[in-house]
């Protein structure tokens, strides 16, 4: 009996543990190593402070090796522009918190208003983008890594 109740006590110790050091979509990405030029564009949008907030945000994160599929002088007119980036980062965002298991095909409106594509058969890609990391859990929403940065209509 001792030894169940000192097993339940470091399992609450331990999620405790895990509450206090969570960290939000922002942190969790920039953490992870290879969301550098995510960073920049969401610091240069000025939205650090948005998905900081309380959520829950789905995000959908570009790797660095999506952007660099996007030809550096358009990047660059982007990473220039903080309304059509603010534009384009937020195309990449839904509210709630889906999970994998969750995931339908079919569309879903975006933080920014437009619609994203998603489908399922062949593995999970969302307009042109293929997930390729799935679930990586932030304590204001989850985040699903993509090949390509999603571009609204």
Same mark, same amino acid.
């Given at each position: 009996?001792?030894?169940?109740? #000192?097993?339940?006590?470091?399992?609450?110790?331990?999620?405790? #543990?895990?509450?206090? +050091?969570?960290?939000?979509?922002v942190?969790?990405?920039?953490?992870?190593? /290879?969301?550098?030029?995510l960073?920049?564009?969401?610091?240069?949008?000025?939205?650090?402070?948005? $998905?900081?907030?309380?959520?829950?945000?789905? !995000?959908?994160?570009p790797?660095?090796?999506?952007?660099?599929?996007?030809?550096?002088?358009?990047?660059?007119?982007l $990473?220039?522009?903080?309304?059509?980036?603010?534009? !384009?980062?937020? +195309?990449?965002?839904?509210?709630?918190? !889906?999970?994998?298991?969750?995931?339908?095909?079919?569309?879903?409106?975006?933080?920014? =208003?437009?619609? $994203?594509?998603?489908?399922?058969?062949? =593995?999970?890609?969302?307009? /042109?983008?293929?997930v390729?990391?799935?679930?990586?859990?932030?304590?204001?929403?989850?985040?699903?890594?993509? /090949?390509?940065?999603?571009?609204?209509?």
């Open positions: 009996m001792k030894r169940i109740i #000192a097993t339940a006590a470091l399992a609450a110790i331990a999620g405790a #543990a895990s509450t206090a +050091y969570a960290k939000d979509v942190d969790t990405a920039v953490s992870a190593g /290879d969301f550098k030029t960073a920049t564009a969401l610091e240069r949008a000025e939205l650090i402070q948005t $998905l900081k907030g309380k959520g829950p945000f789905t !995000v959908f994160a790797t660095d090796a999506a952007f660099a599929k996007v030809p550096k002088a358009d990047l660059d007119a $990473l220039a522009d903080k309304s059509a980036l603010a534009r !384009v980062l937020t +195309y990449h965002v839904v509210p709630g918190n !889906v999970m994998a298991r969750d995931v339908k095909a079919g569309k879903v409106t975006t933080v920014q =208003g437009g619609a $994203l594509s998603v489908a399922t058969e062949g =593995g999970v890609s969302v307009n /042109d983008a293929r390729i990391k799935t679930d990586i859990v932030a304590d204001n929403g989850v985040i699903h890594v993509i /090949d390509r940065v999603l571009m609204p209509n």
